[in-house]
Every structure is written in C-alpha cells, then in structure tokens.
C-alpha cells in the first residue's frame, strides 16, 4: 500500500522468497519444483502445477484481481475448487463486458496468457502499458453501470475509479524500480522490400546494409542516421555480412536469399571496401562472417559437403553442424564467438551458443522456436538476442554467458537483430512476412488461395492433384500438419510436427517431430494411431519422403562428424535404414522415380543428380544449373520437373531424363507480386496439368534503436 504521504507499506510477504544471498549464491526457497503454494484463485497456471515461478506469475495474479475490479467476478468459472483450478488451466477468460476500453481488455489479456513467456515479461513493461492507457486522450470514456451482487449495490464507476488508483500505483511503482524510459526508433528505410542484413560503420553515424527493393535483385546500400536517403554501391546480387574496425566490408557475391525470414543468403566471401571498389574473392558457400576486433581475421559459417562449419580464421574449425550456423560474432576482446546454431535447415528454431578459439562450446540459451539475430551486449560480456518459443521473434533478450536472461523489448512484429554498438544503440530490422499457398490449373491464370493462418507450407500433393499436405507453424511450438482439399475445403489438422511426404496410397503422412534430435513419425490421414520410428542416432534433414510402394521412405540424414547422406528405410515393420550415397547430399520435391530405383537429389556441388538406390555412381545433368530445385519426374519416368528457387518470375523447366535435353517449360509470377521475392515450393499433380506453388511475401524496414542498456 502507497500512504498519502507517499510512504510504502508492505502488509504482507505472502509466498515470499529471496533468490540471492549476499553472496549472490542462489538460495533455497520455499517455491520449488513440484511444490504448490498459494491461494486458489489467485495462483498461475504454472503454480497450480507446481512449476518453477518467477515475477511473472504475480503479473498473472496482478490480471486477476485487475479483472476483477472491472467486473465484480472472476474471469475462470467453477462451482467447485476442481472446476476452478480446471477452467484456469485450460479456458480462456470470461469475456470482459462491452463498456470495457478495447486498450484496457488487451492489458487484462496479456498479463492472463497461460505461458508465462506471453504475458508482460516485467512490471516494467505492465505499467508501461498502463501509463499510456491512463495517458491516453482519445476513445470513448469507461462507465460502467452499476450491478448487484449478494444483496448489496457495487458501483461499477467506483470500481473503474479504484482500477485507474490501482494503475497510478503501478506506474509510481514502475518509475521508482525502473528509471529508464522504454527506447526510441528512427527508421531508416522506406521502400517495398526487405533488408538482408546491416551494420555500422566505424564512425556509429553510417550505416551500411543490403536489401532488395520493389523487386529488383538485393545490393549494399550506404547512408547516414540523420538522413533518409542511402546511396546503392553497386554490388548487385551482394549480400552484407559485416564491416570490419578499419572500414572494410565482408560480403556475400552473387547470395542465394533464404527461403523464409531468418534464413541466412549463402555467397561468395569478398572483401571490399566500404568506400567503394572491387570485391576480392575469398571463398565458396559461406553464410556468415564476422571481423575480428583488429579487422584483420574473419570469422566464417561455412558450408562444406553438407556440414555447417565455424571457421576462426577461415579453414580452422571450431565447431561443425548438420544444421546451419548464422549471427556469427567475434567478441569485442576476441577470445571467443558466438552464434546461432540451428539443428534443421530452412528452419530458424535453434540456440545461442558460444565457442573459445580452442573449440569449447557452450549452449548459453536454447529451446526457442525462433531465433534471429545474436550480438555482443555493450560492455561486451553479455548477448543480446531476438527470439521466440512460439510464432515470430518479436522480444529481444539479454543474457549473461551463464544462461540468466532478461526480456528487453517486445515488438509488436517480428525483427531481426543486426548490430550493437558499444554505446547501447541498435540495427534492428522489423519485418511482416507470410507464406502463401495458391493452386493454379494448366491454361488458367487464375489462382486459389490455399493459405490458412500466418504461414502455410506445403509439404505433397496426391498424385490426382486434390489432396494437399501442408505445416501450420502457428499452431503449435512443434508446428502442426494438416490436411485440405485444393478445392478450398475446410482443412483438417492431423498432428504435431512437420509435414514431409503423403504415402502413394494416401494413408500416411511421414512427419519429422522437431525435438532434440528431430524424430520422424506416420501420422494416420484417418483413423488410427500415430506411429513413430525409432531414432538411430540420425540427425534428420527436411524432405524426408515415402517410396511408391508405400512401405519404405527416403531420408538425408547426418551422423555425428559426417554430412548428410541418403538413407533407406523399410518402416513396415521398422528396420535399420541404410545409407547409399555420400555425403553433402540434401532431398526437395517428389524424388523418388516411379519404379523406385533411381532417387533425384542436390548433391556436394549444388546440382541435381540421379542416384541409384543400390547404390553406384550417380548420372549428372550438365544443363541443369547449381540451386535449380527438383520438383518431380513425370508418370512415365521420362522427364525431370525443376524450378529456379529463390527469385520471381519463376522459371520451370523439363529435363529429358536420356538425353539430358533442357527446355524452359513455363513461369510463374503471383497474381499480387509485391514483395514477393522467393518461391518456396511447387509441387505438381501427376499428369503436372495441375500444381501448388509457395512462395513467401516479405516486407521490412530498418530502424535505429537508442536508449536501451
């Protein structure tokens, strides 16, 4: 309680605990796992389960007495202790009653999420909110009417009255723990398009970033903070990786872009300089790089056969991966790298790790559904870092390299965190994107929007063309697949976990669940239950996929210390999958011939290439071009199907399977083109009359943040 004389007056301690002695040692405390202590009514969700609580859970506490003073009852119904408990855990709040301000619904809201990682992440952020509600000049004023309750009158605008004294306390509150005002952005780009990457430069007023706008191919642009124009350099098709203490810029030639938000552009490494000149090469298939703080080394994520490697300095590995490496970072002491480790491509779930130059690594924060971006905190002792365990990353973090986190700034879209400077002021790229699906028929330019919620990937369509198999990431930290018509029928959702390949009798649906090492699954189209194959030690890459028969899959796996291979496997009943190429090798589309002995797949060199199921040598296309994506063979097993990825129009082509003949076959464009840069997927029906084409739509804008420590 808060005196007239502005004296604080703690009444009661309640289920209090000291997390630090004096010592800073972490203490034992009464709140442990599997403990529940508390009043009902008043607990969180993760109490009543007897999980670990922390501040957050008096945010939820907080929501619900706040609900409660704007509507004389609680928000979770139950006759009895049971069905209480039941409805908090489970249910969703009552609705809040019209006459409520929306502004005020949606604070009442977000300190009540369930996961305490989607609620106010401290009550600095809460009385923030509340601070530009009461602020607040415009909307319509709250009067509630008067209600009765056991017999007695309770007078709804007193209860507003008491809710706002409430907020005036928590925003005193919030000054008096917190003094620093939340941090402002000043953007700095303004077209249609998105950026792919961004630094400054030594003097901390230039900023140097590439982008690609209104369509045309991305380049490096330079401009100053104070200014809103940025002049191109002329690097077409380059992509920024970092500039170095002396001015110098690494970047990535002729970068093949990610195929969704997060996904780093792989290039040539050069060097140039940020004033302008020719780029000197210096190496293949290279996805990030860093300066060291000499300007002399750089630190590089590196592709090699498959396998992500961290170099430091270039050709001396750190650490290697079968997944990707991006946000590479070189301390500002250079006694040690940090990253993002993601363990599937073309997905941006993953770790925060660092790495001394004797090849230590430590995971400092892991588990989030995305991850994009990593930096050195100012000081240099800390990381900062955007991410997620569900949706977009949208709330930057700070971490200390012991894993004790902090919530600094949630957006209200997703970002990208591209540098930090010593001063505390940030790059961050703000972004809105989407993953859309549309089907389109041979001789029709018309196209049906099969896109469900805020992304849709398709994962197989039915030989006939009506079935569509696609993953739901929003539904789920595990993502969710799910069945529809392509006539836009109502979609059924089948079951945690990515979706890869529907079996040619289309009963199942080859899935790979996203944990730790990544497992794969059938899940039933009908009844039925799920089926999930045992885990040989693999690590699992993205288009996993059924053979015609039905009763075998194909896979690119890696095994500790090699690349991803193609492997076998019989999953009637389960046996031991076997390996039958070499390494480097990754899968896309229906690849599988239709007499099941040959298999389509991108090999070390970036090529698709024929390769026995046997095994033996694989036969090689030289018309087709490196980072040409499969789509499938023909019925007959005549003629391969492929398209150019990563840019629009789109071009596909037919490849004579004899002659090794290529010849453009048609393009695609989406109906609406803006900002539409990146064709994801296609997958045809079997007499490829029909298809379904993905493609994400991205557009960003960068803005300078300041006043943030």
């Not at 249609?192 to 900023?207: E, L, N, S, Y």
């Not at 077409?236 to 552009?265: N, Q």
């Not at 979609?491 to 649906?509: P, Q, T």
């Not at 099941?596 to 087709?624: C, E, H, K, N, S």
Request: net charge neutral; aromatic share 8%.
């Amino acid at each position: 309680m808060v005196t007239r004389d502005g004296r604080a007056k703690i009444l009661d301690f309640g289920i209090a605990k000291v997390s630090q002695g004096a010592d800073g040692q972490e203490l034992s405390t009464l709140t442990h796992e599997g403990s529940v202590l508390g009043t009902l009514g008043h607990m969180s969700p993760e109490q009543m389960r007897g999980l670990p609580s922390d501040h957050r859970s008096d945010i939820f506490s907080f929501g619900l007495l706040l609900y409660k003073m704007l509507t004389g009852r609680s928000p979770f119904a139950g006759k009895t202790a049971i069905e209480i408990v039941s409805a908090m855990l489970r249910d969703e709040p009552q609705e809040l009653p019209a006459e409520v301000p929306p502004a005020l619904r949606q604070i009442v809201s977000h300190c009540l999420e369930k996961n305490p990682e989607n609620r106010f992440q401290s009550a600095r952020d809460l009385a923030f909110a509340l601070q530009t509600l009461s602020g607040s000049t415009t909307g319509s004023r709250f009067v509630a009417p008067a209600v009765r309750k056991k017999g007695r009158l309770v007078a709804w605008p007193a209860v507003a009255a008491l809710a706002l004294a409430c907020a005036a306390a928590g925003i005193w509150l919030g000054k008096m723990l917190f003094q620093q005002a939340p941090p402002s952005f000043t953007r700095l780009t303004f077209q249609r398009g998105f950026v792919t990457g961004a630094r400054f430069a030594p003097d901390g007023r230039t900023v140097a970033y590439s982008a690609t706008w209104d369509g045309a191919p991305s380049d490096v642009y330079l401009g100053r903070i104070e200014s809103p124009d940025a002049r191109p350099l002329g690097l077409t098709g380059a992509h920024l990786f970092a500039i170095s203490s002396k001015g110098e810029m690494a970047i990535g030639l002729d970068a093949i872009l990610g195929a969704v938000p997060g996904i780093p552009p792989r290039g040539t490494l050069a060097r140039a300089p940020l004033s302008g000149g020719a780029p000197r090469v210096l190496l293949a298939d290279v996805e990030d790089a860093d300066w060291d703080p000499a300007g002399a080394e750089l630190a590089v994520a590196h592709v090699v056969n498959g396998v992500a490697r961290l170099e430091y300095p270039a050709g001396k590995v750190l650490y290697e991966t079968a997944g990707y490496i991006d946000s590479v970072r070189v301390s500002p002491a250079g006694d040690r790298i940090a990253f993002a480790e993601h363990p599937l491509r073309n997905d941006d779930r993953g770790s925060v790790a660092v790495v001394d130059l004797h090849g230590r690594k430590t995971t400092v924060s892991s588990g989030w559904e995305t991850l994009d971006g990593v930096a050195w905190a100012p000081g240099g002792k800390d990381l900062w870092f955007v991410g997620s365990t569900q949706g977009y990353a949208d709330t930057l973090w700070a971490t200390t390299l012991s894993g004790h986190r902090r919530a600094l700034m949630r957006a209200p879209t997703g970002c990208f965190l591209r540098d930090v400077r010593s001063d505390g002021r940030a790059l961050v790229d703000s972004y809105i994107s989407r993953n859309e699906i549309v089907w389109q028929q041979d001789g029709d330019s018309r196209q049906r929007s099969l896109t469900w919620l805020t992304d849709s990937f398709p994962n197989d369509l039915s030989p006939d063309g009506k079935t569509l198999v696609f993953t739901e990431p929003a539904l789920s930290s595990n993502y969710a697949v799910c069945l529809r018509k392509t006539d836009g029928s109502a979609v059924v959702r089948l079951g945690d976990g990515e979706g890869e390949s529907l079996s040619a009798d289309g009963k199942w649906v080859l899935t790979t669940l996203l944990t730790s090492p990544p497992q794969l699954l059938l899940i039933p189209t009908g009844a039925g239950e799920t089926v999930r194959l045992p885990q040989a030690g693999l690590s699992y890459q993205r288009f996993a996929q059924w053979f015609p028969d039905s009763r075998r899959i194909l896979f690119a796996a890696g095994e500790a210390g090699r690349g991803p291979r193609l492997w076998v496997q019989n999953v009637w009943p389960p046996d031991r999958p076997r390996a039958f190429t070499g390494e480097g090798m990754s899968l896309r589309g229906n690849s599988v011939s239709p007499d099941g002995r040959m298999v389509a797949a991108t090999g070390p060199g970036g090529r698709v290439a024929l390769y026995p199921v046997d095994g033996g040598q694989p036969r090689t296309f030289p018309a087709i071009e490196p980072g040409e994506q499969f789509i499938r063979w023909s019925a007959d097993g005549r003629q391969l199907f492929l398209y150019t990825a990563y840019r629009m129009p789109a071009t596909l082509y037919k490849v004579d399977a004899a002659s090794g003949l290529k010849q453009k076959w048609r393009e695609f464009t989406p109906s609406d083109p803006a900002g539409a840069t990146t064709l994801y997927a296609v997958f045809l029906s079997a007499d490829t009359k029909a298809g379904v084409y993905s493609f994400q739509r991205t557009e960003s804008s960068l803005k300078l943040m300041e006043g943030l420590h």
